[in-house]
């Protein structure tokens, strides 16, 4: 418990002295936390702040804790946020039921903070690497779309190349060989130069769409 933690954690709880437990005791310890007191309020405030994993009461005014996960699960911008439930409740089915909603963890009240800081290490640690591979997954698409952009543009440029030494062994004796020779390589390089643009587009297309 002595070293520094980082991350963002969202606690969800009706009853104000677990809420502010918690508020005390992760922010000693390096997180940031944002808390919330019903469901509805937990929607808002993921609105504005994105956490790294959320601590959710199952009995809450307004909206409750399951109403809370489904709708978290079924948004794109939301479903991959970790879930650790709190709960009163040990009924092993509704357990199950939540598991299969998504969720990460499910912890039963009352509990040992000691026991919640290791479960919140467990999953942050496992949201971390899901993040690197996704990260790993985006990088070798980019690469690979890339390179099929960097084959075609050799292609063409070696095809272009060829054209203009066929022209040049046919055409090299004459003037107005030599005339049409000067112009094709000029509209050569003026290709060469706007495929070149299109590349760097293309891959600074890529770079931006996946967030690099």
Request: hydrophobic residues 40%.
């Amino acid at each position: 418990m002595k070293h520094q933690m980082e991350g963002k954690i969202l606690v969800a709880d009706d009853e104000r002295v677990n809420v502010e437990f918690f508020e005390v005791m992760l922010s000693k310890l390096g997180f940031s936390v944002v808390a919330a007191y019903d469901g509805e309020e937990v929607l808002k405030k993921l609105e504005e702040f994105r956490p790294d994993l959320i601590l959710l009461d199952l009995l809450m005014p307004r909206l409750n804790g399951l109403r809370v996960i489904e709708k978290l699960k079924k948004d794109d911008s939301t479903k991959d946020i970790p879930i650790i439930v709190l709960s009163a409740v040990s009924d092993v089915d509704k357990k199950v039921d939540l598991l299969e909603l998504g969720i990460d963890d499910y912890i039963i009240k009352p509990f040992n903070f000691i026991e919640i800081l290791a479960r919140i290490r467990s999953v942050l640690r496992s949201k971390a690497y899901r993040d690197e591979l996704c990260n790993n997954e985006k990088r070798i698409r980019v690469l690979k779309e890339f390179e099929e952009s960097l084959e075609s543009f050799f292609t063409d440029t070696c095809s272009d190349s060829r054209e203009i030494i066929e022209y040049i062994e046919k055409n090299r004796e004459t003037e107005a060989g030599g005339m049409k020779l000067l112009q094709k390589v000029i509209e050569r390089e003026e290709k060469l130069i706007h495929s070149v643009d299109n590349l760097r587009k293309r891959y600074t297309g890529l770079m931006s769409r996946e967030g690099y």
